[in-house]
């Protein structure tokens, strides 16, 4: 069975860091590429961040540029996200997702909060 | 930026059919995506390139795509499909429509 978890979320000052992570099972993690996707509270889905599944490609959604570092190790069979300077608009649910066909999602794990404020 | 434009909600009696869309600039040409998300969940694939049902989806759900509009459509609407849906192209960037809250009457 598929399971993404994800961990690393909690409260944080604007401009403090935060280092998220996803631990996968179920599946063979390095042949699969990976996205990050935000949920402010109340509000839609947001994509963070792609990386492909050896970690050479990687995106960024412009709202998280030069801020957020997505990365992978693949012996760990674990996924990641650094982030810094987070401001009060970065506070949403931040999910890990297996990309499949298309870059569709196929798989998400249950998310963890990431909340920024003084 | 590519931009996805979704109504803000759409209602369907029970048991009849339901019908989001998905606006964007020829988005016929790209590959669309749609998800199911319920309150307190994680999203989840209904759809995936533009008409194809992963493994686990009822046959009711079904999409297209076409010109400037991709819709999903769901038949004989029940009270579990309640949620919010979501479509979603990769266009240099992952884009995501703004959402539809779907509620069966």
New interface residues.
Partial sequence: EVQLVESGGGLVQPGGSLRLSCAASGFTFSSYEM?W?RQAPGK????VS?ISSSGSTI?Y??SVKGRFTISRDNAKNSLYLQMNSLRAEDTAVY?C?RV???????Y????TLVTVSS | SYELTQPLSVSVALGQTARITCGGNNIGSKNVHWYQQKPGQAPVLVIYRDSNRPSGIPERFSGSNSGNTATLTISRAQAGDEADYYCQVWDSTLVFGGGTKLTVL
Wanted: charged share 15%.
């Fill in positions: 996205n996707v839609g889905l947001e994509w792609y995106y959604a412009d999910y997702a499949g066909v298309e870059m569709a999602m196929n998400w794990g249950q998310g």
